[in-house]
T-cell receptor, first 115, second 117 residues
């Protein structure tokens, strides 16, 4: 079956530092990967959508300079949160989909705490 | 504009009963997909069931089924014979069909389901 792993599951970083999170798809080819952030209030914000070998499309309020994403192959994507501050706290979710699939499968998320 | 609305913040039901969670959506597209996901206490988001807008039959998977009312832009989730482990936050989501690999999900605010033994 389709599985999506994310690493790390939890991370704590000091304000102003950066942290990298990874997303791995197993059992299917993740041609499309979406990164979301879920706030403590449970609302979802789409950060960016990426497709292998295409430009990554960032949503309003999110930039490549702040959230650089790499999607080098059909099973892996990573995102870095640069200069993290309190407002960057939340659960970062990776959702992956294969070209023929309609469902988006999510990883367990990386919970970011900023001190 | 696309929007997904879940008005029920929290629902409590007795174990082994049936529960319905409401969801309405807004879209300009004629083709779209509707999903229900469940988020467990650990934060994990699990795909439950999907309804394609062009299909008239309500989707059913295990003890999950959908009540798709296209004229009302409504996609309710029905869980029959609820179990304790069904306690979670349930999210309704929509994605327009764009014929490409890209396509964002629009999520509702979520409904917390509490199943009481």
């Amino acid at each position: 079956g389709a599985l999506v792993y994310q690493y790390p599951r939890r991370t704590i970083c000091k304000s102003g530092t950066s942290m990298r999170m990874e997303c791995q798809a197993v059992g299917f080819q993740a041609t499309s990967v979406a990164w979301y952030r879920q706030s403590p209030q449970k609302t979802f914000e789409l950060i960016a959508l990426s497709t292998v070998n295409s430009a990554i499309k960032y949503e309003q309020n999110f930039t490549q300079e702040k959230f650089p994403i790499s999607h080098p192959n059909l099973s892996f994507s990573s995102m870095t949160v640069l200069n993290a501050y309190l407002e960057d706290r939340g659960l970062y979710l990776c959702g992956a989909r294969d070209p023929g699939g309609r469902e988006q499968y999510f990883g367990p998320g990386t919970r970011l705490t900023v001190l | 504009a696309q929007k997904v609305t879940q008005t029920q913040t929290s629902i409590s039901v007795m174990e082994k009963t049936t529960v319905t969670m409401d969801c309405v959506y807004e879209t300009q597209d004629s083709s779209y997909f509707l999903f229900w996901y469940k988020q467990t206490a650990s934060g994990e988001i699990v795909f439950l069931i999907r309804q394609d807008s062009y299909k008239k039959e309500n989707a059913t998977v295990g003890h999950y089924s959908l009540n798709f009312q296209k004229p009302k832009s409504s996609i309710g989730l029905i869980i029959t014979a609820t179990q304790i482990e069904d306690s979670a936050v349930y999210f309704c989501a929509m994605r327009e069909y764009r014929g490409s690999a890209l396509g964002r999900l629009h999520f509702g605010a979520g409904t917390q389901l509490i199943v009481i033994p």
